[in-house]
């Protein structure tokens, strides 16, 4: 077991700490980050049949992924190389932390693809709760706004995922 935290950067639904936190109740937000040279698509096929968020390498230097930083101990780690699964590669990244620098961190990159299926309507609201919550730039939120989606008519998922943005959850402080 390792005494030194890893660090994630998230990108996609785990930028909502509600989400995060249900998943990790232990994990310790350490705020923003930015990823340049790279751009957030919804092209990931996920095992539900929908799509799900990745990040891919661009060579416009203007380009970047906003993301959020979080602290897991080994065993945290562990359960999201679990959660994440066999669809994402975790992958090093050198990150712009807000409060920190330059700083090496991992994140999960998509290695499965869809170009004709949309995400579910419950996930594009983790991403953006999760940009609203962090106070991302308007652009930005407007870009995953505009993201197209579908309804999850699984009800019992769709349902569960909803629940994570009532107002009685409460979530840790950074």
Not at 83 to 109: N, Q
Request: charged share 25%; hydrophobic share 35%.
């Amino acid at each position: 077991m390792s005494n030194k935290p890893h660090i994630n950067f998230a990108f996609g639904s785990n930028l909502s700490t509600k989400r995060l936190f249900a998943r990790l109740p232990e994990a310790h937000c350490l705020g923003v980050a930015k990823l340049y040279q790279h751009k957030l698509t919804f092209n990931m096929l996920s095992t539900d049949g929908s799509a799900k968020c990745t990040i891919e390498p661009t060579s416009c230097k203007d380009d970047v992924v906003i993301g959020v930083l979080y602290a897991l101990d080994d065993e945290e780690l562990a359960m999201l190389d679990a959660i994440e699964g066999e669809r994402y590669d975790r992958v090093s990244v050198e990150v712009e932390a807000h409060r920190h620098g330059l700083i090496e961190a991992y994140c999960y990159i998509a290695n499965t693809f869809i170009d004709d299926h949309l995400p579910f309507d419950w996930y594009v609201q983790h991403v953006l709760s999760g940009a609203l919550e962090h106070a991302f730039p308007t652009e930005y939120v407007s870009l995953i706004k505009s993201q197209p989606h579908i309804t999850d008519h699984h009800g019992e998922r769709a349902q569960r995922e909803w629940q994570l943005h009532s107002p009685l959850k409460t979530t840790k402080k950074a």
